[in-house]
Nanobody
Framework: QVQLVESGGDSVQAGGSLRLSCAASGYTYNSYYMGWFRQAPGKEREGLAALDSDGDTYYGNSVKGRFTISRDNAKNTLHLQMNSLKPEDTAMYYC????????????????????WGQGTQVTVSP
């Protein structure tokens, strides 16, 4: 059974950086399409970045140039490096994986992923 566990969320000041991690288990990690999403209270889930097994990346416009998605196959871990954080980046951040043949869209779409982590909170103060 596929499992994803996020970590790295924290409270930071605007302009700061954070690195989120997503530890994956239960499947051949590096063969799947994976992504990062976020959801703020009262808002829809937003696709931020995705990475497929060929190394192709897909970024939403709101984070392109500030956030970088990467994977460490040796450690079965997906990362999201977040720089120049803004108060509007405050949200719960989720890692997701697709274990099926799904579309690649920009920005990533939640319906293309079928496995989700529990989330990690990021809070950015002015």
């Amino acid at each position: 059974q596929v499992q994803l566990v996020e970590s790295g969320g924290d409270s930071v000041q605007a302009g700061g950086s954070l690195r989120l991690s997503c530890a994956a288990s239960g499947y051949t990690y590096n063969s799947y399409y994976m992504g990062w999403f976020r959801q703020a209270p009262g808002k829809e889930r937003e696709g931020l970045a995705a990475l497929d097994s060929d190394g192709d990346t897909y970024y939403g416009n709101s984070v392109k140039g500030r956030f970088t998605i990467s994977r460490d196959n040796a450690k079965n871990t997906l990362h999201l490096q977040m720089n120049s954080l803004k108060p509007e980046d405050t949200a719960m951040y989720y890692c997701a994986a697709s274990t099926r043949n799904s579309r690649r869209r920009i920005p990533p779409h939640s319906s293309d992923f079928n496995v989700w982590g529990q989330g990690t909170q990021v809070t950015v103060s002015p």
